[in-house]
């Protein structure tokens, strides 16, 4: 076993088979097994004879360097090497789905790069967080996932126009494609996972990859699979791959890749990708009305005032109250910046923790009068048994006189009202229970979940909990005819509104609402509050936060 090399540190098989080679010239390397387990940072080198593995064993460890380090290899002796699973890269490609290989020359390959100008400043070109983006014919909006057909920008170059004489030799679709998407990724950029809106553009599209190949994960409930786009690869999406499916490229620098030999990595470099897409006319007709967003606008109900209380009873209130042992568990420590805020209360103020859920803010300072609130009778229970002061309540309508307290608290919990009013409604609450000069602190969920180019704990960690979570579906629509997206846990958020999955460890799913706030949204809503500034505001774990003075 080689305990400090693997495929996640970018040791690759094929140098594993030099080093062999080298050590043992007259062994066959058909007689050794190179075992790189996805994910890993070590490796296993299966020899046919002890002697080759002492041979090996005495030559490399702690002898010689790992490649680009002054650190050594570290081999140990196994009884037994695992087999691996890969059963994600041999999976069938998801119907629909269609990848030609060598679709233009390296001559044809080099006069599309050079055709680009990304220095140029001008609405066909712009920079994405995650990478370089140029428009041709019409420019796509990321920030609401659509075109607007009316306004065109300059049109696909002239010169591309062999390519869709090839398209059409190829079968890529029956129409003459009129909006391109050209874009640069850096090693270590990619493409969070997402479904391509239905409604701004036609069934079938194309991704020419230029440059560097890399892998695309595809993934549906859970069915998932890989697809490896080698340069000069022409990708194409069609019916249930490009309606059903999602898609992503994650951001790395080396990706993992299955050859002849077996897994090992490829190092990617620049990479461009030609995006061809037909704009859409009109609605979407297909046939998967889960997934689309033309069906859930005429046919979904919207939330509104009339829906939202009895939606956050369904995907809120009843799942505290079916998860509070379980989410108790999870919750122990102080987050350091509020325990921080709950510093700067004075000797014999009386703090209010509003959605206080298992007490955790109120432990510790006791020479400071702590009340908690929660909706859930369950979390409270648990609060009750640490002998906490905690009363029933909801937090749109709190039980106290106006001006009574010094602070309050407000963690993670307006993230789930479901209307913009309502999550007004609660802030305006938390300021008239305030007394004048008092403070409330107010934690939500971002909707950016990397920050800085640093993801949040919240992306870093996943779970056993989270892994076993199933989720057979990309949308649900609730018993109020709303039609919401179901979010994929430890990924970024793509959508607003959201469901979350939760898995308890005793056995259930379940599902909670969020409204995952954008950078600026929560300050806004603060901004619109009377008798109340705003006194700091930052970002924290993924988190919007935002301190509010009562005046």
Wanted: proline share 5%; with cysteine.
């Amino acid at each position: 076993m080689v305990c400090n090399a693997g495929l996640v540190t970018g040791f690759k098989r094929e140098t594993l088979e030099d080093i062999v080679a080298d050590i043992l010239p007259v062994c066959k390397l058909s007689e050794c097994s190179f075992v790189m387990p996805p994910g890993k940072s070590y490796c296993f080198l299966d020899m046919a004879t002890t002697q080759n593995s002492k041979i090996v064993y005495e030559k490399v460890h702690g002898c010689m360097k790992l490649p680009g380090k002054t650190t050594p290899f570290y081999l140990s002796y196994v009884e037994s090497v695992p087999t691996i699973e890969d059963d994600y890269m041999n999976a069938a490609l998801p119907p629909g789905l269609k990848l030609i290989e060598e679709f233009v020359s390296e001559e044809e390959e080099a006069s599309l790069l050079n055709s680009l100008n990304w220095n140029h400043n001008d609405k066909t070109s712009s920079e994405l967080k995650l990478r370089q983006v140029q428009h041709f014919g019409f420019e796509f909006q990321y920030n609401t996932n659509l075109v607007d057909p009316e306004q065109p920008i300059e049109a696909i170059p002239k010169s591309y126009n062999y390519l869709q004489k090839r398209f059409e030799e190829h079968n890529c679709g029956h129409y003459k494609y009129d909006q391109l998407t050209v874009n640069k990724y850096m090693p270590g950029q990619g493409i969070p996972t997402h479904i391509d809106t239905h409604s701004p553009f036609e069934d079938t599209i194309l991704s020419l990859s230029l440059g560097s190949a890399c892998v695309m994960n595809f993934k549906n409930g859970d069915k998932k699979t890989t697809v490896f786009l080698p340069p000069r690869s022409l990708l194409i999406m069609s019916g249930e791959a490009r309606y059903v499916w999602s898609h992503g490229i994650c951001r790395r620098h080396n990706d993992v890749i299955k050859t002849e030999n077996g897994i090992t990595i490829r190092p990617r470099t620049t990479r461009t990708s030609f995006t061809f897409r037909k704009v859409r006319r009109g609605d979407c007709q297909c046939v998967f009305p889960e997934f689309c967003d033309s069906k859930r606008k005429n046919g979904a109900q919207k939330i509104n005032e009339n829906i939202a209380p009895s939606l956050e009873e369904c995907y809120v209130h009843q799942v505290y109250e079916e998860i509070s042992d379980h989410f108790s568990e999870t919750r122990h420590k102080q987050w350091p910046n509020v325990s921080k805020f709950l510093d700067t209360i004075e000797k014999g103020g009386l703090l209010l923790d509003v959605g206080c859920g298992n007490g955790k803010y109120l432990a510790g300072r006791p020479d400071i009068i702590k009340v908690g609130c929660d909706r859930s009778n369950c979390l409270l229970e648990v609060c009750r048994m640490r002998s906490f002061e905690v009363y029933l309540s909801d937090c749109l309508y709190l039980p106290c006189k106006d001006n009574l307290v010094d602070a309050a608290l407000s963690i993670a919990v307006i993230h789930h009202l479901s209307t913009e009013s309502r999550r007004k409604r609660a802030i305006e609450e938390l300021v008239r229970i305030l007394r004048p000069g008092g403070r409330c602190l107010i934690y939500v969920w971002a909707k950016e979940q990397r920050r800085q180019s640093v993801p949040s704990t919240y992306l870093k960690f996943s779970t056993s909990r989270d892994k076993n979570i199933e989720t057979t579906k990309c949308h649900k629509e609730t018993a109020h005819g709303v039609i919401l997206p179901i979010h994929e846990n430890r990924t970024e958020f793509v959508h607003g509104d959201v469901l979350v999955p939760w898995k308890r460890k005793d056995g259930g799913n379940f599902l909670r609402f969020y409204h995952v706030f954008q950078e600026g949204e929560l300050v806004e809503l603060c901004q619109s509050i009377a008798d109340a500034k705003v006194c700091d505001v930052y970002y924290d774990q993924g988190n919007w936060c935002v301190i509010l003075e009562k005046i």
